[in-house]
């Protein structure tokens, strides 16, 4: 069982900047993909940004250019890095890692951290 703990919401201006920690109880070389995703009050889960099973990154159109997502391996930590945040950035953040076991796919999530943007 991969257990996953995000930290870094709050409240901030419209322009101003957060960084999202989310700490993952196993060592990477377990993991396939991992990635963030949000939901807003009243819309589907959205995928934010990921490092897919392959190494690479990928973004979300509406975030491009915006946020960044990293890694420590050493640390099991992934960021995202949030600059000139917008009221429609506002939603619940969660941390989201899979992965092949014995030929089972695994996904698991993290509680959610919650980021607002007044407008």
């Known amino acids: 069982q991969v257990q996953l703990v995000e930290s870094g919401g709050g409240l901030v201006q419209p322009g101003e900047s957060l960084r999202l920690s989310c700490t993952i109880s196993?060592?990477?070389?377990?993991?396939?993909?991992m990635g963030w995703y949000r939901q807003a009050p009243g819309k589907e889960r959205e995928l934010v940004a990921t490092?897919?099973?392959?190494?690479?990154?990928d973004y979300a159109d509406s975030v491009k250019g915006r946020f960044t997502v990293s890694r420590d391996n050493m640390k099991n930590r992934m960021y995202l890095q949030m600059n000139s945040l917008k009221p429609e950035d506002t939603a619940v953040y969660y941390c989201?890692?899979?992965?092949?076991?014995?030929?089972?796919?695994?996904?698991?999530w993290g509680q959610g951290t919650q980021v607002t943007v007044p407008s």
């Open positions: 989201h890692a899979d992965q092949y076991y014995s030929g089972n796919y695994y996904e698991f």
């Open positions: 490092f897919t099973g392959g190494g690479t990154t």
């Open positions: 196993a060592s990477f070389h377990a993991i396939n993909a």
